[in-house]
């Protein structure tokens, strides 16, 4: 299927490692000139971008470098995320910032930068990358569940107000995923106990029995940043294994 993203300027946030990653090779893959970034100081996209995207300032310098070398952006894919577990009664002020810090305001800062530029061409698509645990607040991870209901909040507002300049902007709700920040060394199933068990747990808790593979998250991402997705605005994509039934 030919997804119309040839040609297209695409910037990811947050994508030298797991969701991020693949979804900047799957852009790629369709023929699109992609952006990345991350702390590291490489990336595969056409354009990377070392950048610390929770601090002020820096999602800012990651969209006027893509404007800069590509004159326009197209697409824009506010990926980047943290996560850790904890309890609602050990989490601190500071913690609740870094979370709000780089799990919304990253994304609200690009969205600032970006907007401008997607106006005046006519045109452009968002995907904002939240979480089942925005629909159904994960007890072992209060601030990301309460952050990544935010993003949603946010990716709603912002199609309702740029719909009429031929903006689109898209939520995808991705479930737990086989990716560093679940499997890694001193991840979210590490922290938990045996990294086995609770993969084993995490997965059984899925009607379709296993994590998401980074891949299944990233094509839907992928979609709804292309041409296929035009009539699609305001949406909030499950990419869950089921985990999150739709309420009618």
């Not at 997804?3 to 893959?29: N, W």
């Not at 006519?122 to 952050?147: C, D, F, Q």
């Not at 296993?210 to 699609?232: G, H, K, T």
């Amino acid at each position: 299927m030919e997804l119309g993203l040839r040609g297209k300027v695409c910037v990811v946030t947050g994508s030298t490692s797991g969701i991020g990653l693949e979804t900047a090779r799957q852009l790629k893959e369709e023929g699109a000139t992609v952006v990345t970034s991350g702390r590291g100081a490489e990336g595969i996209g056409d354009l990377h971008v070392a950048v610390d995207l929770a601090e002020p300032g820096e999602p800012e310098r990651l969209i006027a470098a893509a404007l800069e070398r590509f004159d326009h952006i197209d697409c824009l894919v506010n990926n980047v995320g943290w996560a850790e577990i904890h309890t609602w009664d050990d989490l601190t002020d500071e913690v609740w910032e870094r979370s709000w810090q780089i799990n919304v305001m990253s994304a609200v800062r690009a969205l600032r930068a970006a907007l401008p530029a997607m106006r005046a061409q006519g045109a452009g698509a968002i995907v904002n990358v939240s979480s089942t645990a925005a629909k159904r607040p994960s007890l072992s991870m209060p601030e990301y569940s309460v952050t990544k209901a935010a993003m949603l909040s946010l990716s709603r507002l912002v199609a309702d107000l740029y719909a009429k300049d031929g903006i689109r902007c898209n939520a995808v709700t991705p479930g737990p995923t086989a990716t560093d920040a679940w499997i890694g060394k001193g991840g979210l199933a590490d922290q938990q106990g045996s990294r086995d068990e609770i993969l084993a747990k995490v997965g059984a808790g899925r009607p379709l029995g296993r994590l998401a593979e980074p891949e299944e998250i990233a094509a839907v991402i992928v979609f709804l940043c292309s041409e296929r997705a035009s009539y699609v605005t305001g949406a909030a994509w499950s990419a869950d294994g089921g985990t999150v039934p739709i309420i009618i």
